[in-house]
T-cell receptor, first 112, second 114 residues
Framework: NAGVTQTPKFQVLKTGQSMTLQCAQD?????MSWYRQDPGMGLRLIHY???????DQGEVPNGYNVSRSTTEDFPLRLLSAAPSQTSVYFC???????????FGSGTRLTVV | QKEVEQDPGPLSVPEGAIVSLNCTYS??????FMWYRQYSRKGPELLMY????GNKEDGRFTAQVDKSSKYISLFIRDSQPSDSATYLC??????????????FGKGITLSVRP
């Protein structure tokens, strides 16, 4: 039982490049979310999903796309990386009926 | 005004002290209240969860919710160096479900000195 797995753990991108942050969970959780964490800003919600085929925007969705074709996977796509997207990204999942998210270990992204 | 405000810290206490961590919020629809603990370079982990008002105790940790004042607290008794971490409060409302859309405080970093 691996929980929430995020890949890669570290990434350096050049401005304008695109990439996909991967997130997979093996707990059969309905809910999945992506957060970014910046110094002094706390955790901010980017996108979330309440089930396969259903996604919605969070607080800071611009520059990011998501899709949820399966219960297990919830990839986050950066369309055209900008230095402002330098951050630590966390994926999280939870059960519909049980409060509290299980977080992955994070992806540290630097855009130069 | 942000929906959730948390004391910025950092906070440093001696081992054995009682620690009080607090958050205030403005959205009266919030019903689910959580505390997460995050060790350095790790993902947050759920520490305590409370629904609506009241207290909840788990070992050395006590979570309190005062909805009339829109104020939540986490108390740590007999603090240990292993409690050194960043603590984040989080909340959500029933309209979006307990977990679908959490709003987090900025977090406070606690250091417990041996």
């Amino acid at each position: 039982n691996a929980g929430v797995t995020q890949t890669p753990k570290f990434q350096v991108l050049k401005t304008g490049q695109s990439m996909t942050l991967q997130c997979a969970q093996d707990m059969n959780h309905e809910y999945m979310s992506w957060y970014r964490q910046d110094p002094g800003m706390g955790l901010r919600l980017i996108h979330y999903s309440v089930g396969a085929g259903i996604t919605d925007q969070g607080e800071v969705p611009n520059g990011y796309n998501v899709s949820r074709s399966t219960t297990e996977d919830f990839p986050l796509r950066l369309l055209s990386a900008a230095p402002s997207q330098t951050s630590v990204y966390f994926c999280a999942s939870s059960n519909r009926d049980r409060a509290g998210y299980t977080f992955g270990s994070g992806t540290r992204l630097t855009v130069v | 005004q942000k929906e959730v405000e948390q004391d910025p810290g950092p906070l440093s206490v001696p081992e054995g002290a009682i620690v009080s961590l607090n958050c205030t919020y403005s959205n009266s629809a919030f019903q689910y209240f959580m505390w997460y603990r995050q060790y350095s370079r790790k993902g947050p982990e759920l520490l305590m969860y409370t629904y609506s008002s009241g207290n909840k105790e788990d070992g050395r940790f006590t979570a309190q919710v005062d909805k009339s004042s829109k104020y939540i607290s986490l108390f740590i008794r007999d603090s240990q160096p292993s409690d050194s971490a960043t603590y984040l409060c989080a909340m959500s409302d029933p309209g979006t479900g307990a977990n679908s859309k959490l709003t987090f405080g900025k977090g406070i970093t606690l250091s417990v000195r041996p």
